[in-house]
């Protein structure tokens, strides 16, 4: 008898320029450079490989926010950035394992040039890329791609749904086999294994098929993050990994049981879908160690950045005019990043958080999980997310680069390692291989078989 495969949890490094933490370039060993380093970069990419994580995640967002006062923009951190598919392409050269998630959204790109860029990625990288599609939150992106306004929520959805149709049809352009390269005979393809994809919807018109051939894991990863209630039914369509953000357990248990409930709808199982939730550790030898750390960053933040940073991750404008010490007002449903309004603003609830209380508990999770203490500790927390049905891995969010991820490296991962919850080798050389996913089957040839066995 086979013995059944341990379920083990996946990790990705979840890295912002310089760090998570809205202070984090001002620690005095952080990397300060925020996104003009490509050194700094390696070093991350190269640490998280050691950790033996599944994959390195960027967010995106493409505008400079020029919101709120001048003083308040000067002393923000996170302002420049390189642009994910270009780092990533580059950080594929220097890494052999790692998996490498990109944001790219469907709002403002078009779906060939989208796929084209992720399928190159993926054979750079020999099978190592995953797509993080988004719908766009930053309401100021608009203004760089041709607009006045953000398309409303559900339009974006909307074209998000068409738009991820199209780039998986494009994927599935060439069987694995269409390449045949015989000098001899002097042909170089088989066209009947080369698919046109035809496509003319509401938003897109594609004739295809796609100019790169398929990688060694079939097609990239696809990833979603977006939690309302849309949010939740494209997860459930599309997502191999969905990407969200939680405060406490019962938050991440009630979204992980129901994106699970929604895949039968989709056609779809539980085995193909991993919940990553995010995960913000502050890790130290003793519990009190971890607090002062934690309290050190938090000493680093600036009012006008603490209250920028809150009105970017709620959608909103115009804090700075409330009272810091008085309670959190409600506020309509934003345009911008939904979900993460709701769960911030229930946060403040919850916990009877002033305004600027809220500020400090945003500064570094930003909605995600926190945890401080010994790596006994956070493995405790991340073993029962993982166990208790809330969880099937994380995306952990070091505070500053690198010495938070570092220290999860060095002294979380041991632990967890030695639970048997986490690999101490990776399995396979492709990201999906790594993530215990399917390889999919291209949809030309799942036909012939079908028609094969008719
Ligand atoms: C965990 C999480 C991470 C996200 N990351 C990004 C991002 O990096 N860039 C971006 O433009 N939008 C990002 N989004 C925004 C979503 O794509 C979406 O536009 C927004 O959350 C509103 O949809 P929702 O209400 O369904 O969550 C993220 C959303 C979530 C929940």
């Known amino acids: 008898m086979v013995a059944p495969v341990k ?39 190269q640490l998280a490989e050691r950790g033996k994580f599944d994959f390195l995640f960027l967010a995106d967002t493409a505008a400079v926010n020029l919101e709120g006062s001048a003083d308040a923009r000067g002393r923000m951190g996170k302002v420049v950035k390189f642009e994910p598919m270009t780092i990533l392409s580059a950080l594929a050269a220097v890494t052999t394992r790692l998996g490498f998630v990109a944001t790219s959204t469907t709002t403002f790109n078009e779906p060939y040039t989208l796929a084209r860029q992720f399928a190159s990625l993926d054979a750079i990288s020999g099978g190592r890329s995953a797509w993080n599609l988004v719908t766009s939150n930053n309401e100021q992106d608009a203004l760089n791609y041709s607009r006045d306004s953000h398309m409303s929520h ?36 088989d066209p009947s294994k080369m ?4 496509h003319k919807g509401k938003h897109f018109q594609v004739r295809g098929p796609l100019n790169v051939a398929p990688s060694p894991q079939g ?22 990994i969905v990407f969200t953000a939680q405060t406490v357990f019962e938050q991440g248990k009630e979204f992980y049981s129901d994106v699970m409930a929604r895949l039968p709808r989709f056609g779809r ?19 009190s160690e971890a607090q002062e750390k934690y309290d050190y960053l938090q000493s680093l933040i600036q009012v006008p950045v603490g209250l920028s940073v809150l009105e970017h991750t709620i959608g909103v404008h115009d804090l700075d005019r409330l009272p810091l010490d008085g309670p959190v007002p409600d506020m309509p449903d934003t345009n911008g990043p939904l979900s993460r309004q709701r769960l911030l603003l229930e946060q403040a609830k919850r916990d009877k958080l002033t305004l600027w209380e809220l ?3 945003n500064a570094g999770p930003r909605g995600h999980v926190l945890s401080i203490g010994t790596p ?7 073993e029962h997310w993982f166990r208790d049905g809330a969880a099937d891995g994380f995306n952990v969010m ?8 570092k220290d999860f490296v060095e002294t979380v991962i041991p632990e967890l390692q030695h639970r048997g919850l986490f690999r101490k080798e990776y399995e396979g050389m492709t990201l999906r291989e790594n993530l215990g996913l399917p390889k999919p089957i291209n949809r030309h040839h799942l036909e012939r078989l079908a028609g094969a066995a008719q």
């Open 398 to 405: 070091p505070a500053w680069l690198p010495g938070s991820l």
């Open 7 to 45: 379920r083990m949890m996946h990790l990705g490094a979840f890295v912002h320029e310089t760090g998570q933490h809205v202070a984090a370039w001002r620690h005095p060993d952080a990397h300060y450079e925020s996104g003009t380093s490509f050194a700094d970069m390696v070093e991350v990419a």
């Open 359 to 361: 500020c400090l508990a």
């Open 219 to 240: 097609r990239p990863v696809l990833v979603q993050a977006g939690a309302s209630g849309t949010g939740r039914d494209v997860a459930a369509r599309l997502a191999e």
């Open 195 to 198: 698919h046109v994809l035809n």
């Open 154 to 189: 559900a339009d974006r959805y909307e074209r998000a749904i068409e738009f991820a149709e199209v780039v998986l049809g494009l994927w599935d352009s060439w069987d694995e086999d269409a390449f045949i390269r015989d000098k001899e005979s002097g042909v170089f393809y």
């Open 376 to 382: 006994k500790q956070v493995a405790d927390e991340m």
């Open 269 to 287: 199982t539980p085995d193909e879908v991993k919940v990553m939730p995010g995960f913000y550790p502050v890790v130290a030898p003793t519990a």
